[in-house]
Every structure is written in structure tokens, then in C-alpha cells.
């Protein structure tokens, strides 16, 4: 994938929730300082049955960053679809998005955020 995408697992060492959300804002820090366009985010979505709470925190989260005009949108991988629009919009600004594994799997264990 080229230099203005960049993938990050939050779901690795099965983390708390605020310690999940404190580290995708650092790396939402990161990632603009290196000039990253799109970030994709695996926060899993709670297959055990229970769970799930790093998933609805994290969209959460990004509502807030949206409305604020911190972001400029998030995707959920449920809708990360070239049917939708704001999936459409962000294929326009990151080409490597066009391969993405999970462009049109409708998983909701990732979501997509767009920075720029």
C-alpha cells in the first residue's frame, strides 16, 4: 500500500476500552504528522457474543472528532462499499483503498477513517 494509508490493530493485546481510544488518538497524531491520508482501524467486533465494546467506543469517538471537525469522515466496514458515498470520496483521495481486503466484506470489525 503507498505512504498515505496506514493500518493499525487496536484489538492487539486485547486492551481496556480508554486504553484503545487513547491509542487510536495518538495514532490519528501520528498519522497526520506523517502525512497519512486514510487510516484503517481494526477494532474487532465482538464475535465471542459479548463484547464489542472497543467497536461502538471507537465510532463513538469518531462522531465527536467528525462533528468537531477533527476528521473528515469515518467509514464503517459494515458500508465500506463502493455503493456508498463517503466510500466512493475516500477511494478519490487514497488509491491503495481500491485494494483493500475488506472493500466490500461488510466487516464490522473495521472502520475507516479519513484524516484529511
Known amino acids: 500500500m503507498n505512504s498515505n494509508f496506514r493500518e493499525i490493530n487496536l484489538e ?3 486492551p481496556i476500552v480508554d486504553i484503545a481510544i487513547r491509542r487510536l488518538t495518538g495514532e490519528i497524531q501520528n498519522s497526520r504528522q506523517m502525512g497519512i491520508v486514510v ?25 465527536g472528532l467528525k462533528r468537531s471537525g477533527q476528521i473528515r469522515q469515518y467509514i464503517p466496514g459494515e458500508t465500506f462499499t463502493i455503493f456508498d458515498a463517503g466510500t466512493r470520496e475516500a477511494l478519490t483521495l487514497c488509491d491503495a483503498l481500491r485494494r483493500d481486503r475488506d472493500l466490500e466484506r461488510h466487516n464490522n470489525g473495521i472502520t475507516v477513517i479519513v484524516l484529511s
Do not use: P, Q, W
Not at 40 to 52: C, R
Open 12 to 14: 492487539e493485546g486485547k
Open 39 to 63: 487510516l484503517k482501524v481494526i477494532h474487532g467486533y465482538g464475535s465471542s457474543g459479548t463484547g464489542g465494546k472497543i467497536r461502538i467506543a471507537v465510532r463513538r469517538y469518531l462522531e
